[in-house]
């Protein structure tokens, strides 16, 4: 029998779980992550792509200092190998879905901001329509959120993202645009603010990561997801200022964005922060708000899962639910 008959063969012999196996290693081109995301040990992802090669009569993967780098044999087949996976899951592993009655658990990463916003909605209308239905938040500011998403451990991400890497899918919940906001009583609020007044007045800055972390022009990037480090557009203030010949004045620096509010009280600080958050300080009269001298980009918000959820009952109730909610923040 030739080697190519021997193949053949062989494949036709192939367990599942052996190709379940050699989707997870294409994707994460790492046997402890793959491992992590099958709930196996590394002798045992392993010991099943030893099975595979054998069947298959190739390598398959070659260890290489950057990780588990595909051959051209695994790079031919992984497209329709994993297409096909997804539609056994789809067509096998659909549950019915009534949030009504359904019971489990959905892990959200979102900043401080975003929790403030949209997911205190999102739980309200969860204990109206799904009251079995529980909800965790995780910081999105993790620096190993593309790695929680891959393996599972996070079902959905909410951010400002720069790079969506194409194993997730992703959906835009609204544009944000950034405002300048200050106590009640400073001398803002009784005139339209200058460019000069933002080198005047120092600045309270809201970073979620710095260069210190990896940060590149106010994004770090990981596993091929780039997620926002700065929450203002920290370039257009600066530019606009230097064409003034004036400099900011940073004075202070906080990781969490609902101590805005208390960091303003009493002083001379102004802070730039989103639109959305800005009208909820306002609404809950802790500040002031008005528009910046200057012009900004619109950002993105977004929700990042990952493929495999796709066509899940459960994980698409959740997000057309974001979705409704995130209506009214929409420009």
């Given at each position: 029998?030739?080697?190519r008959?021997?193949a053949?063969l062989?494949?036709?012999?192939i367990d599942l779980n052996?190709?379940?196996v050699f989707?997870?290693v294409f994707e ?6 793959a ?5 196996l040990?590394q002798s ?8 595979l090669?054998?069947a ?6 070659v ?8 051959t051209?044999?695994?790079l ?10 997804r539609?056994?899951h789809d ?6 879905f009534d949030?009504?009655?359904t019971a489990?658990s959905?892990v959200?990463?979102?900043?401080d ?6 997911l205190t909605r999102?739980?309200?209308c ?11 938040v995780?910081?999105?500011?993790r620096?190993d959120?593309a ?13 400002i993202?720069a790079?969506v890497?194409?194993r ?7 544009l944000?645009?950034d405002?300048?906001v200050?106590r009640r ?8 603010p200058r460019i000069?007044?933002l080198?005047d007045f ?8 710095g ?12 596993r091929?997801?780039?997620r926002?480090?700065?929450m203002?557009?920290?370039a ?5 200022l230097a064409a003034?010949?004036?400099r900011?004045r ?9 101590a805005v ?5 009493g002083?001379?600080m ?5 639109a959305p ?5 306002v ?6 708000a ?5 012009a900004?980009q619109?950002?993105?918000m ?8 796709e ?9 057309e639910?974001l ?9």
């Open positions: 029998m030739t080697t008959a021997q053949a062989n494949a036709k012999r052996l190709l379940r989707d997870a994460d081109r790492n046997l402890l992550r491992g992590k995301r099958l709930h040990s045992a992802i392993s010991h099943a792509l030893g099975r090669r054998e298959l009569q190739d390598e398959l993967f260890r290489t200092p950057k990780g588990m780098e595909p051209a044999r695994a031919a087949m992984a497209p329709a190998l994993r297409e096909a996976l539609s056994i067509t096998l592993g659909a549950q019915p949030p009504a009655s489990r959905f959200v990463a979102a900043n901001y975003v929790t403030s916003v949209l999102l739980a309200a969860m204990g109206e329509v799904a009251p079995a239905i529980d909800l965790v995780r910081p999105s500011t620096l959120l790695e929680q998403i891959d393996v599972g451990r996070i079902d959905i991400a909410l951010g993202f790079e890497p194409a997730f899918q992703s959906a835009r919940l609204w944000q645009e405002v300048l200050f009583g400073h001398a803002l609020a009784r005139r339209k000069a007044d080198a120092p600045l309270l800055t809201v970073s979620l990561g260069q210190e972390e990896g940060a590149v022009s106010g994004f770090i990037a990981e091929g997801l780039a926002q480090s700065e203002f557009d920290r257009a203030l600066e530019d606009a003034a010949g004036l900011p940073y004075r202070v620096t906080v990781p969490h964005s609902l509010p208390d960091l303003l009280a002083g001379d102004v802070s730039i922060v989103p958050l800005a009208q909820a300080f609404a809950r009269r802790e500040l002031l008005k528009a910046l001298p200057y900004t619109q950002a993105t977004r929700a990042v899962w990952h493929r495999r959820h066509h899940d009952p459960a994980h698409v109730w959740l997000r639910q979705a409704r909610l995130a209506l009214s923040f929409r420009a």
